[in-house]
């Protein structure tokens, strides 16, 4: 069953700006999980945070994590026509499969 | 990084046919492999589970009987969706789960005309 839920569903913005994707979830997990998925393409895995993180930075990725209130963001910034996609969370408990949101359709506009 | 693969990458199919879909690990012995579906702009789906040598596990409202998963080997998952019909038309999604993490294929989109 899809645990994390994504907001918003669709996000458009200019190039340049910075882009916040939010995710919540339901259970505990051992860690939370970005991906990146381009129309019609297989997910490209953006970024790993476990539960006992707080923020993590890859790039112009940065991820928070608040298990308190089962949420994590996802911030792109200086966003790039190239960062156009679908951007999931998933979530990962004990030795359960992933387990996706919904997603969220990022548009940047050139 | 570790590789899984998946093939064919894209397949149409006659109503009423078989498909096979192949999932590889190509540098890793994946002891689980999953298999998801996702429909255009929704998100991924876990249709079952499946360790190798044993039974696959189905997701809730997922037939056992229509989507046939092996997991022969500790490299190689296969499903087939058996007697294909529109509706069955999809991206399915591998995904290969060893000691170094869980790692997904490409996907393969299946359309049933």
């Known amino acids: 069953s899809q645990q994390g839920e994504e907001d918003p569903q669709a996000l458009s913005i200019q190039e340049g700006e910075n882009a916040t994707m939010n995710c919540s979830y339901k259970t505990s997990i051992n860690n939370l999980q970005w991906y990146r998925q381009n129309s019609g393409r297989g997910l490209v895995h953006l970024i790993l945070?476990?539960?006992?993180?707080r923020e993590k930075h890859s790039g112009r990725l940065r991820v928070t994590l608040d298990t308190s209130k089962k949420s994590s963001s996802l911030l792109i910034t200086a966003s790039r026509a190239a960062d156009t996609a679908s951007y999931f969370c998933a979530t990962e408990s004990g030795n359960t499969p992933l387990v996706f949101g919904k997603g969220t359709r990022l548009s940047v506009i050139a | 990084g570790a590789v899984v693969s998946q093939h064919p990458s894209r397949v149409i199919c006659k109503s009423g046919t078989s498909v096979k879909i192949e999932c590889r690990s190509l540098?890793?012995?994946?002891?689980?492999m999953f298999w998801y579906r996702q429909f255009p702009k929704k998100s991924l789906m876990l249709m079952a589970t499946s360790n190798e040598g044993s039974k696959a596990t189905y997701e809730q409202g997922v037939e056992k009987d229509k989507f046939l998963i092996n997991h022969a080997s500790l490299t190689l998952s296969t499903l087939t969706v058996t007697s294909a019909h529109p509706e069955d038309s999809s991206f399915y999604i591998c995904?290969?789960?060893?000691?170094?993490?869980?790692?997904f294929g490409p996907g393969t989109r299946l359309t049933v005309l």
């Open positions: 540098d890793f012995q994946a002891t689980t």
């Open positions: 945070i476990r539960s006992n993180e």
């Open positions: 995904s290969a789960t060893g000691t170094i993490g869980q790692f």
